[in-house]
């Protein structure tokens, strides 16, 4: 191969014929995000489950030691998974592993990074480890997802590095009303900024509090600059077909499957509804004979402190 | 007359291979159903992730008429996801694939995400300037058959490859502006 001749960069070369790698670039992140659109990550809590998520046609997993809907239930405080069960769950499949670090708990994401995790979900379902910082992302190799509840919440991530954004929804309550309300502030905030003029950006972005590169860079898009995912109460194929419809590029499903009657089904189903998002005679055809979804709850019954989307600033 | 491409539209990074053979003044169509296929001058399996993408095929009904197009020589190009659904042998997993493009691919080769990276190749086939690559969790291939053009290598393992009307790549030139591998493509519809 006439490689040398035409190579600079050669000396930095471990190959005896490639030119250097460099990794972990803002492109292999997005990137990641990119190949996990159009499809479905599902909460799993041991191998078994994970299989059965990778079986189902599942994008990607989170591994975790509790889904949202028990969490909610025993209280306490939820940490990062043990990194035993996170092996485990690596080891059960080959498609992408993802676990959970508590909000601004940095040492923990360091560990899930050491662990080989392929993304950190720096979450609102855990307890949070500050109140007033969030973890700087951009110091880490591993690509980070961050939930936001409006479109200033999203770019304020995607400014500390977040690779890609879920709109929070409210996680294991089986009601998909907040993912709604989330995806509406996101797609209606993004809306807003491309009807403004110009000198009106700056003032937005105060408004927002958001960056105002950002800012710009929206109003001139029309799209958030990382892919815009869906989480938090989905529970069957019609709640994702409906968040899909709202915007969302992928959803995640936390306690809606692993809490239903048939899991395996449901996953499936829910994977297909994702594709075929804007068919509704095939989402007819999808919705049919899953057995019972996970029971959820009715949010206005919740009190200020028990919604776990409040967490995050 | 614009070339007629489908993009297969089941999961994975679809919109960015329809912007770029938009880009390259090709007509990219969405494919999600049997139907979609007719009419085409040439297909694009995209990224994404390969189980996903194979289950999904076999579930909608399109592995069969894809399968029998594939067999009377219709143009595919698999980027990443997409070659790994393509290849003969995938190292160690029992999932849905054609199995025509006579290689064989180890999937995640590189290791986990912290792993992937970019790097520029040589690429004459493309002119003279490098190519910059992105591989993400990208599969190596470990085997090239003979009938197989390796196009560009990346530490001595071939990373773009071409068996007649078949194109390949570990590699996502859909997330990067130079558009040169989408025009090969093109080039041999």
Redesign the interface.
């Known amino acids: 191969?006439?490689?040398k001749a035409?190579?600079e960069?050669d000396m930095n070369s471990?190959?005896?014929?490639?030119?250097?790698?460099?990794?972990?670039?803002w492109?292999?992140k997005v990137?990641?995000a990119?190949?996990?659109?159009?499809?479905v990550i599902m909460d799993v809590t041991n191998a078994e489950q994970a299989k059965i998520a990778?079986e189902a046609?599942?994008?990607?997993v989170m591994a975790l030691e509790r889904v949202p809907a028990d969490i909610r239930v025993e209280g306490g405080v939820a940490r990062m998974a043990d990194p035993d069960k996170i092996k485990e769950i690596q080891d059960a499949v080959?498609?992408?592993v993802m676990a959970k670090c508590r909000i601004g708990h940095f040492a923990e994401a360091q560990i899930l990074?050491a662990l080989?995790?392929?993304?950190i979900d720096e979450s609102e379902v855990l307890t949070p480890a500050d109140e007033s910082f969030h973890v700087n992302k951009l110091l880490f190799?591993?690509?980070f997802v961050c939930g936001c509840r409006d479109l200033g919440e999203a770019l304020r991530r995607i400014g500390e590095g977040a690779a890609m954004i879920r709109t929070k929804g409210e996680a294991g309550s089986g009601n998909v009303v907040e993912a709604v309300r989330h995806m509406r502030a996101v797609v209606g905030g993004i809306r807003r900024l491309q009807s403004l003029p110009a000198e009106e950006l700056m003032t937005e972005a105060k408004n927002l509090g958001a960056p105002y590169d950002l800012v710009v860079e929206v109003a001139r898009t029309g799209k958030l600059p990382v892919p815009n995912f869906s989480a938090g109460g989905i529970a069957t194929p019609a709640d994702a077909s409906l968040v899909m419809q709202l915007g969302a590029e992928s959803v995640f499903v936390g306690s809606g499957i692993f809490k239903s009657s048939d899991p395996g089904r449901r996953a499936k189903a829910i994977?297909?509804a994702?594709?075929?998002y804007d068919d509704p005679k095939a989402l007819a055809e999808i919705s049919r004979g899953l057995g019972e979804p996970m029971p959820g709850i009715d949010v206005r019954q919740l009190d200020e402190k028990q919604l776990l989307a409040l967490r995050g600033w | 007359m614009a070339k007629k491409v489908g993009v297969l539209?089941?999961?994975?990074?679809?919109?960015?291979h329809l912007a770029a053979l938009d880009e390259c003044g090709a007509e990219g169509r969405v494919v999600?159903l049997p139907a979609e296929l007719d009419g085409l001058d040439g297909f694009v399996i995209p990224?994404?992730?390969s189980?996903?993408i194979g289950?999904?095929l076999v579930?909608?009904g399109l592995f069969g008429p894809l399968a029998a197009l594939l067999k009377d020589g219709f143009p595919v190009y698999g980027s990443?996801?997409g070659l790994i659904v393509l290849a003969a042998e995938i190292a160690g997993?029992d999932q849905p694939g054609f199995r025509v493009f006579d290689l064989a691919v180890d999937?995640?080769a590189y290791?986990?995400?912290?792993?992937?990276?970019?790097?520029?190749?040589?690429a004459?086939a493309l002119g003279?300037e490098?190519l910059r690559a992105?591989?993400?969790?990208a599969p190596v291939v470990t085997r090239a058959g003979s009938g197989v053009e390796v196009l560009a290598?990346?530490?001595?393992r071939p990373v773009l490859v071409r068996q007649s009307r078949l194109l390949g790549s570990t590699f996502?030139p859909e997330?990067?502006p130079d558009r040169r591998v989408h025009n090969y493509f093109l080039s041999i519809l």
Not at chain 1, 14 to 25: K, L
Request: proline share 6%; aromatic share 8%.
């Open positions: 191969m006439a490689k035409m190579n960069g471990g190959g005896s014929n490639g030119r250097s790698r460099e990794i972990a670039t492109r292999n990137g990641l990119e190949m996990l659109k159009g499809g990778e046609g599942a994008v990607a080959s498609i992408p990074e080989g995790v392929d993304f190799k591993v690509p994977v297909e994702v594709t075929r | 539209a089941l999961q994975g990074d679809f919109e960015r999600r990224g994404g992730e189980t996903t289950k999904l579930r909608f990443c996801a997993y999937r995640n290791g986990p995400q912290v792993e992937s990276f970019e790097a520029d190749l040589d004459p003279p490098p992105v591989f993400i969790r290598r990346f530490e001595d996502h997330l990067t």
